[in-house]
């Protein structure tokens, strides 16, 4: 079976503080793990996925398969980062996607 | 091109009412889906379709039922709605498994349902 945790259900940060938002992972097979944000009001979209490796709105994400993680970071907050996130896994077992149970960042000013 | 459209936005129902979500996509993506999404609980898998003429059951798919009319369209049936099923419920899709990858899911905006 396949589980992500994301144990924090708040993070709350000041504008220019770094950020990471925790992702653990079970999963026996070869994973792939994506990062999804929902801000306020809009739906849910595709942040950045482990495959690409690329950096997106300053967020990066490495996975090591060492520790069974995804983090997603930050190092310097805006506040237009406040959002819902999501970590989700897939396998090549296991196409279907799923989903963390969230963490909302909030950016104070 | 829209992505993938929901209708409707927001419902209001009784106990023991029913009513279909719809979900209609551009993207010519073989797999669609229905999750719910409350508070704490993240996204829950419904439903899904990996392709057209398929349906099967996700995490929690007790009091639903899901249609696949077309490769476009996937509908979402509640037939006698309880207070349990008050919820935001998002429709995605997605080209499916991939020879190489797994491609990402894209999201409808939503529906919001509450069961009086």
């Known amino acids: 079976a396949q589980r992500v945790t994301q144990p924090e259900k708040l993070l709350s940060v000041f504008k220019g503080a770094p950020v990471e938002l925790k992702c653990n992972y079970s999963?026996?097979?070869?994973?792939?793990l994506f990062w999804y944000v929902q801000y306020s009001r809009q739906r849910l979209q595709l942040l950045l996925r482990?495959?690409s490796r690329e950096s997106i709105k300053g967020f990066t994400a490495d996975l090591n398969k060492g520790e069974t993680s995804f983090h997603l970071k930050k190092p310097f907050a805006q506040e237009e980062d406040s959002a819902m996130y999501y970590c989700?896994?897939?396998?090549?077992?296991?196409?279907?996607?799923?989903f963390g149970r969230g963490t909302s960042l909030i950016v104070h000013p | 091109n829209a992505g993938v459209t929901q209708t409707p936005k927001f419902q209001v129902l009784k106990t023991g009412q029913s009513m279909t979500l719809q979900c209609a996509q551009d993207?010519?993506?073989?797999?669609m889906y229905w999750y719910r999404q409350d508070p704490g609980m993240g996204l829950r898998l419904i439903y899904y379709?990996?392709?057209?003429?398929?349906?099967d059951k996700g995490e929690v798919p007790n009091g639903y039922n899901v249609s696949r009319l077309n490769k476009r369209e996937f509908s979402l049936r509640l037939e006698s709605a309880a207070p349990s099923q008050t919820s935001v419920y998002f429709c995605?899709?997605?080209?499916?498994?991939?020879?190489?990858?797994?491609?990402?899911?894209?999201f409808g905006n939503g529906t919001r349902l509450t069961v009086t």
């Open positions: 993207m010519n993506h073989n797999s």
């Open positions: 999963y026996s097979g070869s994973p792939e």
């Open positions: 995605a899709s997605s080209a499916g498994q991939g020879s190489s990858y797994n491609s990402p899911l894209h």
């Open positions: 379709s990996a392709s057209e003429g398929t349906t």
């Open positions: 989700a896994l897939s396998g090549r077992g296991s196409y279907i996607p799923t």
């Open positions: 482990h495959i």
